[in-house]
């Protein structure tokens, strides 16, 4: 074995959506990082669909820049079309998505790795970790050269002995053309990690001259959409139309008649699908009565004329492929020029994981992405971001950082992975966060930026802006308070042409804004504030009004969450010497090692019952042998 000269304080494993971050965070916080890909030419790329963010993922990239990250920087630089999903429904459920040109991503991401500093970015096959005293001290590649340091971030997606599938056809790869990491999956398992198999698959590519869009609705990207990063000033790039077609009883029947030729209904997968993204295959078999399913063509990029086919996702043999898309109207003459194909690969229960996404028997070592069980690049960059933090954190001695459920989806994500665990790819829904009320798109700075600051990933300027704001929209809120607008011919006459009631007496400018068909258009008009306000002061200035009621309510619920999450659980508390919990729920309880009442709460199979008991004991202290810890970004 041969030794790198120069050790590291975060080696990064993995150049994807987490490991990007991963790397940016621990670099952009002083330490010295190395980010290892097996292709440095697939830094950050898409293998799937060539969007960004949709329901709930949106709420994540919002995130990723509020905390500093970068995904949300590249994807409006190289953005070809952008919507805002759900407009017409309230505001915890607007998402934006992009479809992005991948090339552009790709080369985006890179060229900022490389203009970071303290970050060395190597092409190498990792092969095994460097374990000192149950602690994870390097990694050693394929040619046996190892590099040291103080810690390792394992983000390697889809790659741990993966296996592509087409038909009857298999072979080992991590994405089609790419090697698999099958030793690294081995020593993992050889360390004693419990892990799992999981599927997933992506549909064909065609050629885009051989479509016929005369006959597919066409779908234009929004005008001016609000960009995903507080720091861009608009989209980069021309946008582009994406185009709605339907595969038909044609399409169906095609599938159905071949259906044990596809390597999922052949038998040939072992690894678990994920339910909401279900392959074609999946889409006959379980929906025998539908007649059609709805296929959207996405263009890959500006320079290319590959189209990324959504809704087709298969894995069938390539004549069965041609077949089945040449039955949809406006693909009769489609050329494929990537076949569909379904993946297989290990992943790492994140049961064995602290809140932190260190791993609880080898120190030193972060999981994040795909390997804890996820799937989508924005759940996959949101956990690379928190481990490349905590890694950092840990080498610079800072208090570990951890957002709880009340704080961002981020924190929903990582206390659904560590308390309860999936046995199914996971994918992020505003059903999963409680308090979606509060975790909006339109306030993930608000919520997040100055914990981004703390870290030193969000400069002074940004944070000095971002407390301007929230000035001018509580004193905002407080004027319109107090405001009152006299009735008048002019106002009856505005409110008259809204289709909303006229005024009797005076009314505080407040009261009208909470009427649905008004917005702050009656303020600018008849109560404007000394100085025009930014758009995204108003925007929250209309939230906060009109959903006064609504937030109050979830604002009590969150007090009663932090009560709970703020009673501790010792590190080594003795479950078992509590009297009245199951033997089952003390394996549970042993497993999670939950580190407060709120996460003991949320554990599988836990009942008000045996919380009461426990919480009985955690005041008497019974099974409490005196541990504790202290975290950043939420008081533990
Ligand atoms: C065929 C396919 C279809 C998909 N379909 C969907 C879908 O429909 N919906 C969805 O949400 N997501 C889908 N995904 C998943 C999506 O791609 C991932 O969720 C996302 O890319 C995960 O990001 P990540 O950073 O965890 O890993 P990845 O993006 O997979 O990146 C892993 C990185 O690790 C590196 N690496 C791995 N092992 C090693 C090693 N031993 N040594 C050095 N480097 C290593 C690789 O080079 C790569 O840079 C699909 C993925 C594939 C491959």
Known sequence: MTTNSKTYDVIVVGAGHAGCEAALAAARMGCRVMLAAIDLDKIAAMPCSPSIGGMAKGQLVREIDALGGEMARVTDRTAIHFRTLNTRKGPAVHSSRTQNDKQRYHMTMKAVLEDTANLDIRQILVDRLLVENHRAVGIVDRTGFA?????????TGTFLAGRVHIGDLSFMAGRAGEFSAEGLAADLKSL????????????????????????????????????FSYTSPGLGLQQVPSYIGAANAETIRTVSENISHSSLYGGFISG?????????????????????????????????????????????PLEIQ????????????????????????????????????????????????????TSGYEEAAAQGLWAGVNAACRVQNRDAFVLDRSQAYMGVMIDDLVTRGTSEPYRMFTSRAEYRLMLREDNA????????????????????????????????????????LKPGPKLDQYLADRGSSP????????????????????????????????????????????????????????????DM??????????????????NELCEKLDKVRPLSLGQASRIDGM????????MVALKAGTGDTGGGGKVQGTNL
Do not use: W
């Open 192 to 227: 004693g990690f419990s892990m799992g198999r999981m599927k997933t698959g992506t549909p064909p590519r065609l050629h885009r001259d051989s479509i016929d869009f005369s006959v597919l609705e066409r779908q234009d990207s929004q005008l001016h959409p609000r960009p």
């Open 147 to 155: 590099v040291y340091g103080q810690t390792v971030v394992l983000a």
């Open 503 to 562: 005024v009797k007496t005076g009314t505080p400018a407040e009261r009208l804004l909470k009427r649905s068909e008004l917005d702050y258009d009656v303020v600018r008009n008849f109560a404007p504030p000394e100085a025009p306000l930014d758009a995204r002061v108003i925007g929250q200035v209309e939230i906060a009004v009109k959903y006064e009621g609504y937030i109050r309510k979830q604002e009590k619920e969150i007090e009663k969450f932090r």
């Open 322 to 373: 041609f077949a089945l898309v040449r039955t949809i109207p406006g693909l009769e003459e489609s050329e494929i020029m990537r076949p569909a194909y379904a993946i297989e690969y290990d992943y790492v229960d994140p049961l064995q994981l602290l809140p932190t996404l260190e791993t609880r028997h080898l120190r030193g070592l972060y999981l994040a992405g795909q390997i804890n069980g």
């Open 607 to 614: 009942t008000p019952a045996a919380l009461s008991v426990l």
């Open 565 to 582: 999450e703020n009673t501790r659980i010792p590190e080594d508390f003795d479950f078992s010497a509590v009297h009245g919990l199951s």
């Open 272 to 316: 678990v699908s994920a339910r909401y993204c279900p392959s074609f295959e999946d889409k006959v078999v379980k929906f025998p009565d539908r007649t059609s399913h709805q296929v959207i063509l996405e263009p890959e990029g500006l320079d290319t004329k590959e189209i990324y086919v959504s809704g087709l996702g298969n894995s069938l």
């Open 445 to 484: 700075d608000l919520r997040l930026m100055e914990i981004g600051h703390e870290l030193g990933l969000i400069d002074a300027e940004a944070a000095k802006d971002l407390r301007q704001r929230r000035r001018q929209i509580d004193e905002e809120i407080a004027r319109l308070g107090k405001t009152v």
